[in-house]
């Protein structure tokens, strides 16, 4: 596992302490993926109803607070494929 993902699944598992209603998933191109479930954050690849995929920085924005998830799409930052009622979803929680 790489050590953006190691540091993102530490965000993500306070963050999403409740769990995420919806299968996502995030890919970090050239480190790695991970899902969002009823369960939390895991590391992984499976399928899922929404799938965003961001650089390192980009995410790690998101993450900080410091890139707005609906400005990084806009923008081209932040890939969506799927279910986007999900995605708005998972945006709001990850801010």
Do not use: H, W
């Amino acid at each position: 596992m790489s050590d953006v993902i190691d540091a993102a699944l530490a965000v993500l598992r306070v963050k999403m302490i409740n769990g995420f209603d919806g299968l996502a998933k995030v890919v970090i191109p050239g480190e790695g993926s991970i899902m969002l479930d009823s369960d939390g954050a895991r590391e992984g690849d499976d399928e899922a109803d929404v799938t965003l995929t961001a650089s390192a920085e980009v995410f790690q924005g998101i993450l900080s607070g410091d890139v707005n998830p609906t400005m990084a799409f806009m923008t081209g930052k932040l890939s969506v494929d799927g279910n986007m009622g999900l995605a708005m979803k998972l945006g709001a929680a990850l801010s």
